[in-house]
């Protein structure tokens, strides 16, 4: 198997794909540096330019980081990465802005909520914690965890997954560390360590859907869910090392994507992909590649071992998830560079078609006024109960008509929050589509523009027409 994976390292490229990124918050690892507040905002909004520009279309941001936010709370402090000072105020909330920033760019936003570490036992958010329940806080060496044998614990995050659920226009709810910690030492038998973490995932699932139905809840499980009949984990997995069942979750639907942390090569790599593969149950999952060990701090990884991981996780139809943002941005080794190459067009989120109801109605209509340097689009979409009275909208292009709307190559905007762009053509003659999208990603059917005026140049990628080379962010909203 291991063979075949890597014999054909080039596929099809995807009209559906998760590209994501998770932007690291503790310590300020992947976050601006800047403590002032429009600098700050400034530096996020460059570092989002730059996902989108690789078309990255999933940014997985850490929101609650150890019993501390960057957003609000009223029951956890300020976490020092905003301001340099732990409980401060920065001034704004951190998670809406980047909520809405994301949007603008039309990649989704998934809530990053670390939930079993609670940080430095003297911490100020471990100790409010401890001060509020003084029983469900456990102590190994100088940190503090919640006791995932303690129902409290399941309570406490299922509130905080439900209050940001509640008040921020995320696209997921993503669990960090929803295991036993490695060096907590356990007393009960994995079966039970398994069903306290699960009942752990349960609560929060039940509240999470409770809020807003069509949030993802997902969890970042250990890379290698358990031992192979041919390969093995060497001790370190999710289902028997850390009572982490994650599959099982896949199975039983309280969860709708995982992105598992596949930081290894090798046989340490590709027969995992496979088993995540074949018990993906129908949902969404978008291993994690270390970029971080190209670093030659860390272990000096060729871009090789990325670039192979990248077209097999492709190949065998899943996502892609980089660990972490500033090594992505920073273009360690050339995998950002890279990247924009292996994603020349956008792709499209996988639709949550495990929920049953009906796809979103079609556009009501697609009007173009054609001008001397740019067409202008406009068209009516029509919410229903079914989508949340709330839809977005993609945008294909093509010089040939209909406009393709299954190719890839053909998608110049997603997830558009308003009904109008403008589209900068240089004298080409394009036609358009506009598709309605629904919360869970579902598409409607296209409606066309009415065909353009033929032109006698011969046939081009419209999109390095359009854009100087593959890649997005130059079209314009007219909001």
């Known amino acids: 198997m291991l063979f075949l994976l890597l014999q054909n390292t080039s596929a099809q490229m995807p009209k559906h794909e998760i590209r994501a990124v998770w932007i690291t918050t503790i ?18 909004t460059d570092i989002l330019d730059k996902l989108q520009q690789a078309n990255i279309n999933t940014v997985l941001i850490q929101a609650r980081v150890r019993a501390s936010t960057i957003y609000p709370s009223n029951n956890e402090p300020w976490d020092i990465c905003l301001t340099g000072t732990a409980g401060r105020s920065p001034g704004y909330d951190a998670l809406k802005f980047c909520i809405d920033e994301c949007h603008k760019r039309g990649m989704e936003c998934h809530a990053w909520i670390v939930t079993i570490p609670v940080g430095k036992w003297n911490a100020d958010g471990c100790k409010k914690l401890r001060a509020r329940y003084p029983n469900l806080i456990r102590k190994i060496g100088d940190e503090g965890y919640m006791d995932p044998e303690k129902p409290e614990t399941g309570d406490y995050l299922a509130q905080v997954c439900a209050d940001v659920t509640r008040r921020y226009d995320v696209d ?72 982490q069942d994650a599959q099982g979750w896949l199975r039983d639907g309280l969860m709708d994507a995982l992105f598992p942390m596949m930081y290894f090569q090798g046989n340490h790599f590709y027969p995992f992909v496979v088993d995540w593969k074949e018990h993906s149950y129908g949902r969404q999952v978008a291993p994690g590649l270390a970029i971080y060990m190209l670093h030659p701090r860390e272990k000096n990884w060729d871009l090789d071992v990325i670039r192979r991981e990248m077209n097999v996780l492709r190949q065998q139809g899943l996502g892609i998830t980089f660990f972490r943002s500033k090594f992505f941005t920073d273009n360690v080794k050339d995998v950002y560079t890279f990247t924009q190459d292996f994603n020349p067009y956008p792709a499209l989120i996988p639709p949550m078609d495990w929920v049953t109801a009906p796809a979103p109605r079609p556009a009501t209509r697609l009007s173009v006024n054609h001008g ?8 009516q979409g029509a919410p229903s109960k079914n989508d949340g009275n709330y839809l977005l909208y993609n945008i294909y292009a093509s010089d040939r008509y209909p406009v393709d709307t299954e190719d890839p190559a053909c998608l110049v905007a997603t997830r558009l929050q308003e009904q109008s762009l ?34 006698d140049r011969p046939p081009i990628d419209f999109r390095e027409l359009i854009m100087g080379k593959p890649s997005g962010n130059i079209l314009k909203s007219t909001k």
């Not at 310590?27 to 996020?44: F, N, V």
């Not at 007393?187 to 069509?214: D, F, L």
């Open 27 to 44: 310590s300020g690892l992947d976050w601006p540096r800047s403590h002032a507040t429009d600098t700050q905002q400034r530096e996020l």
């Open 172 to 243: 997921g709810i993503h669990l960090d560390y929803i295991r036993y910690p490695e060096t907590w030492k356990l007393k009960v038998s994995r079966q039970q360590g398994r069903q306290n973490i699960t009942s752990i995932v349960r609560k929060i699932h039940k509240a999470v859907k409770a809020e807003k139905p069509w949030v993802k809840l997902s969890c970042s499980p250990v890379g290698k869910y358990d031992d192979l009949s041919r390969y093995q984990s060497f001790g370190w997995n999710a289902n028997t090392t850390v009572c």
């Open 372 to 379: 001397a340097a740019t067409d202008l689009l406009s068209w």
């Open 422 to 455: 403008t589209v900068p053509h240089q004298g080409r003659s394009l036609n358009y589509a506009v598709t309605c999208v629904d919360r869970y990603g579902r598409e409607s059917t296209p409606v066309f523009s009415s065909q353009a005026a033929s032109s």
